[in-house]
């Protein structure tokens, strides 16, 4: 069971590149999310998903774009990468029916 | 400011002792859970409550929901080195924050010394 599965791990971006994080979970959930994680800070809901097709902004969006073209795969898209995103960033998923999430290993990115 | 406030930050005990963690909020949640994160590693579910005054068990860990459903506690009896961690508390408010979504709280790192 491989359950959430985010690639790549760790990452190093230069200011105004950008980059896409991968996740993909085998568990058929229709519900995914990405956060992003701060030190003290707690889990910040960045997007989610209920579905393959729809997608909605969560809590810190800005900077962020996602798409869910199949119940598999939520990718999440930065933009003109900056010093404010250096971030620990998990995708984790749901069935929506209060089981709990799975959530992946994470993404350390640094942006310098 | 965190819906949900997690307390202590920070925790560090000798190996045998107990502890308890603390979850508060004004909100009223639907269900409440809590995850525990090692480094490296996403959290990972332990439980979930969902009614009020609830209690679970899991091994040496029990978890409680408040009569409100506005708190939660954790305690660990007999700690062993193996529940190092971060321990996340995360609540469902249901209906005032449909799709499922959860809000965190900040977490508390507990160390176990041998």
């Known amino acids: 069971n491989a359950g959430v599965t985010q690639t790549p791990k760790f990452r190093i971006l230069k200011i105004g590149q950008s980059m896409t994080l991968q996740c993909t979970q085998d568990?058929?959930?229709?519900?995914m999310y990405w956060y992003r994680q701060d030190p003290g800070m707690g889990l910040k809901l960045i997007y989610y998903?209920?579905?393959?097709?729809?997608?909605d902004k969560g809590e810190v969006p800005n900077g962020y774009n996602v798409s869910r073209s199949t119940t598999e795969d939520f990718p999440l898209r930065l933009e003109l990468a900056a010093p404010s995103q250096t971030s620990v960033y998990f995708c984790a998923s749901s069935n929506g029916q209060g089981g709990g999430y799975t959530f992946g290993s994470g993404t350390r990115l640094t942006v310098v | 400011t965190q819906l949900l406030e997690q307390s202590p930050q920070f925790l560090s005990i000798q190996e045998g002792e107990n502890l308890t963690v603390y979850c508060n909020s004004s909100?009223?949640?639907?269900?409440l859970q809590w995850y525990r994160q090692e480094p490296g590693e996403g959290p990972v579910l332990l439980v979930t409550?969902?009614?009020?005054?609830e209690v679970k068990k899991l091994k040496r860990l029990t978890f409680q929901f408040g009569d409100a459903r506005k708190d939660s506690s954790l305690h660990i009896t007999a700690a062993q080195p193996g529940d190092t961690g971060l321990y996340l508390c995360a609540g469902d408010r249901g209906l005032l924050d449909s799709w499922g979504k959860l809000q965190f709280g900040a977490g508390t790192q507990v160390v176990v010394t041998p």
């Open positions: 409550v969902v009614t009020g005054g």
């Open positions: 568990m058929n959930h229709n519900y």
């Open positions: 998903s209920v579905g393959a097709g729809i997608t």
């Open positions: 909100s009223v949640f639907s269900s």
